[in-house]
């Protein structure tokens, strides 16, 4: 059974720096395609970046609102999914959750959290001005 649990969140005032870790269970995480996407109160949830499988490439995307700001990596030997968060914005506020695909490469549906069948409960980022 597939399992992502995420960890990292918190608060921090603006300009600061997270990183968010998911950990993976439960099927083959290499062959995975693996994304973060966020949710604010009040939004619907929207992706924030995508890492492909390394066999296909290990191409990542980052949505226009974080790219240069955050970075997406993975570890295949672990089972882990990372992102780093820096230069952050009180509207980076949001649940965070981390996704899997159970394909190496998603391509320009990456954004799209259907194309994504597994997911983790979330943590939490707040960030204050």
């Known amino acids: 059974q597939v399992q992502l649990v995420e960890s990292g969140g918190g608060s921090v005032q603006a300009g600061g720096s997270l990183r968010l870790s998911c950990a993976a269970s439960?099927?083959?995480?290499?062959?995975?395609?693996m994304g973060w996407f966020r949710q604010a109160p009040g939004k619907e949830r929207e992706g924030v970046a995508t890492i492909g499988a390394y066999a296909f490439g290990g191409l990542t995307v980052y949505s226009d609102s974080v790219r240069g700001r955050f970075t997406i990596s993975r570890d295949d030997a672990k089972n882990a999914l990372y992102l780093e968060m820096n230069s952050l914005k009180p509207e980076d506020t949001a649940m965070y959750y981390c996704?899997?695909?159970?394909?190496?490469?998603?391509?320009?549906?990456?954004?799209?959290?259907?194309?994504?069948?597994?997911w983790g409960q979330g943590t939490q980022v707040t960030v204050s001005s």
């Open positions: 996704a899997a695909a159970r394909r190496g490469y998603v391509g320009a549906t990456w954004h799209n959290e259907a194309s994504f069948g597994y």
């Open positions: 439960g099927y083959s995480y290499k062959q995975y395609t």
